[in-house]
């Protein structure tokens, strides 16, 4: 069965583009061109994955994902955008997006992007985890994104909550930085690996009331994850 792409641009030229070249490499491609129209478009087709434009017509991209998190939490989203702000990347990612494409893109790197998230989607399903895990005063409930500590429930965004996923399944062993992009964001560049230092630095704000969980930074090689 082929992967189906939910795709929304409102440029036209580039829409057909994309998705011409999209269908001739063998995936199905579902299109909307109004941001307003999107959601609705994406509950009905149930796609495997989306890419969106940031800047449309009546809803902006940053919005259409967010509704669309609401709606299912694992299904990866990719952003398609000429801006290059720093603020804009992290909103991107707050809002439960796992990459960022600026334009213009080629589409041979638009393809491995989509492939990347696909398998990675893949992999971590395949993975032996319990969807409910204990780290020291806090519960993660991995399915649900939520970080308890019994008096307070935090909704993590996806890639605040595959990054404490990552670690959690690496706990007490040295991770190495690359390996954390490359699983999470599909590459290592220096603009992912910023993005990088702000999600680490979110989660050890989260997991502060409890010292014996903790996020080491071992200083040129990456992470270790200790619950003691």
């Known amino acids: 069965m082929a992967v189906k792409v939910f795709y929304v641009e409102d440029e036209q030229f580039l829409a057909k583009i994309v998705k011409e070249s999209l ?51 694992n299904v990866p989203i990719i952003f398609l955008t000429a801006k290059t702000q720093t603020e804009d990347v992290v909103k991107g990612f707050t809002v439960g997006g796992n990459d960022y494409l600026r334009k213009p893109f080629s589409m041979e790197e638009l393809i491995v992007r989509i492939q990347n998230l696909l398998r990675n989607k893949t992999e ?30 935090r909704k993590l965004s996806f890639r605040e909550s595959e990054l404490l996923k990552l670690l959690y399944q690496h706990r007490d062993k040295i991770i190495d930085r690359k390996e954390i992009l490359n699983l999470l964001w599909g590459n290592d560049s220096f603009f992912n690996s910023r993005n990088l230092d702000v999600y680490i630095t979110k ?20 992470y270790r994850f200790v619950v003691t």
């Open 124 to 153: 971590g399903s395949q993975r032996l985890i319990n969807d409910n895990v204990t780290m020291g005063k806090y519960n993660f409930q991995i399915h649900r994104q939520v970080l308890s500590t019994g008096k307070e429930d």
């Open 203 to 222: 989660l050890r704000s989260y997991l502060r009331e409890d010292p014996s969980v903790e996020i080491i930074t071992i200083k040129g090689i990456g």
């Open 23 to 73: 269908e001739s490499r063998g995936f199905e491609v579902v299109m909307e061109s109004d941001g307003g129209k999107a959601t609705d478009l994406f509950r009905s087709t149930n796609p495997d994955i989306c890419v969106l434009d940031v800047m449309l017509p009546n809803k902006d991209g940053f919005t259409i994902a967010d509704e669309i998190r609401s709606l299912n939490e």
